[in-house]
C-alpha cells in the first residue's frame, strides 16, 4: 500500500488527471498521469466493475498492482499524478512479469 501522502485520493485530482493526463498503453494495464506542483507523487489504482461484480478479485488485483509499483512511485524525480487501469489480462500474470512491464511504463514518464 502506498503511504498516505502517496495516494491519489480525491475525486477532483481523479478527474484531472483522466481529462487532462497522458496515457501509456499495455497488453496489461493503461497508465494515465500529470505532473503535478506537489512535492509528492501520488498515485492510484482503478479497477473498473466490469472486471469483475466481485468486490473480492478486484481488491486483489488492486494489491497486487499497488505492491509491484510501490518503490516505482517513490521513485519517480518529477512529482507527478498517476492512475493505473488494469486490464482483464493482467489477472493470470506472474507478478515478475507484471513488476517488468510497470517498470518500462515508468521509464516512460521519467
Known amino acids: 500500500m502506498f503511504p498516505k501522502e502517496n ?5 477532483r485530482d481523479i478527474k484531472r488527471v483522466f481529462e487532462k493526463g497522458k496515457r501509456i498503453n499495455n497488453s496489461l494495464f493503461s497508465l494515465l498521469f500529470l505532473k503535478n506542483n506537489q512535492e509528492l507523487t501520488k498515485a492510484t489504482v482503478v479497477v473498473n466493475k466490469k ?3 466481485r468486490a473480492v478479485y478486484r481488491n486483489r488485483l488492486k494489491r497486487k498492482f499497488r505492491e509491484a509499483c510501490h518503490n516505482l512511485v517513490l521513485s519517480l524525480k518529477e512529482p507527478s499524478d498517476i492512475i493505473i487501469l488494469p486490464k482483464k489480462e493482467s489477472e493470470e500474470i506472474e507478478f515478475q512479469e507484471l513488476a517488468v512491464q ?3 511504463a515508468f521509464q516512460k514518464i521519467k
Not at 7 to 11: K, T, V
Request: glycine share 0%; net charge neutral; proline share 0%.
Open 7 to 11: 495516494r491519489l485520493a480525491r475525486e
Open 102 to 104: 510497470l517498470e518500462a
Open 51 to 53: 472486471y469483475d461484480k
